[in-house]
């Protein structure tokens, strides 16, 4: 019999959860005006609101902490992060931030105006957020296949070239400083953009002379993705695919939260000298001085050791994998969920699951706050309630998905947490047809209302 596959580390140190019963969070989430981010995660048994910043760290990550160079300039933690980023992505220009989002705004800074259009595969929201910020606008080219849970497709976050030479031909060239590719399209359900698709859009973008970036924050789930299903990358080593990948580029923001596997942190890398001389003063306006932006030392430290060990393929296996566990368990107890599963998490398709809640209650919310209730799970919304209302008509917006997503923190929950989630759905599966009301809007923010948002429960 073939040994099974088994996660490529042991625990040394362990976080004890908080365990709850069904009352105590009935009266939680109903002090938390039914938002999931207003609970305190010692109201929370597994959470899986995010995987951005809640992964567990190594020995060696936690060792380079204490090796951390505090310097104000020239440190030597930065000199380990700027090597380490160079070598990885080929890019030799490198500047650090305190996370993703900005790195967003430093480099969006120096290259987005007023009316300008940037084509892409599903923006994340805070990219989407800096772009409509300064009066630009972010155009979704991501193949139609994205926008159906129930269609096999091994890369759903690829571009539409269709979509992205319509808009190449119907903007003028100067309007369109970068088109930009966000690996693994986390807004469509972290899902993987092809190495092919990548060269097309490259040559795309070469004939109208236009740049191409990188939003990089799952570059390396990319990446196990690209060797796993694209044939002829199945014998190359991730950091060898992560060289090439990059190698179609200009350059890339990241968020390090995710496949650098630390606790916060972000960087850009560039090819244009011109480009990072022009970053590097926004970088010292809004995050500080060059050799640390907004990171400490010991911070850099750890990501420069966290680069290395989230590309190599036994830990992306064993990530993918847990995933993918959790999302076998819920197909065979028949919930309906997106297909093929993310890298970093599963979405659980709302529509499909409470499809007795109307849509103006909200039904992903009302799953998310049912999984919490029952289970103590937390998940997030990615519905109505993210989509936000219409600038103009002060409409609700109804995206094409109504989803839940599980996000799962990188190297923190075992096995047996995986089944008690699926299980923890499988129960609620099961009596779905007793849900028939949902939730109200009782106050909003005027943007990103999701995380303030307060909610009155429909009886
Ligand atoms: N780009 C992508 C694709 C992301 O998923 C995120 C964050 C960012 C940029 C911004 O990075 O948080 O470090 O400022 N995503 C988190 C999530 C918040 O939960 O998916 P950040």
Redesign the pocket.
Known sequence: MVLPYIEPYKIKMVESIHKSTIEQRKTWIKEAKYNLFKLSSDQVIIDL?????TGAMSDKQWAEMMLGDESYAGSRSFAKLEKTVQDLTGFPYFIPTH??????NVLFSALVKEGDVIPGNSH????KGHIEFRKASAIDCTIEEAFDTSVYHPFKGNIDLRKLEEVFQSNPVEKIPFTLI?V????AGGQPISMKNIREVRTLCNQYGIPLYF?S??FAENAYFIKTREKEYEHQSIKAIVKELFAHGDGM?M????DGIVN???FIALKDPNIYKECITYNIIYEGFVTYGGMSGRDMGALAQGLQESTEFDYLKSRVDQVHYLGQKLVEFGVPVQQPFGG?AIYLDADKFVPNIAKQEYRAQSLAIELYIMAGIRS?EIGTILADRDPVTRKNRYPKLELV?L?IPRRTYTMSHMDYIAVALKNIYETRHEAKRGYDIKWEAPIMRHFTVELEKLS
């Not at 693994?184 to 807004?187: M, R, W």
């Open positions: 609101l995010t995987d951005s910043g996370q993703g989002r900005a790195a967003e994340f929201d805070t990219t966000t693994t399209c986390n807004s939003d924050a799952r923001t968020s390090a939260k995710k916060m942190g972000g970093h997030v997503r996000a």
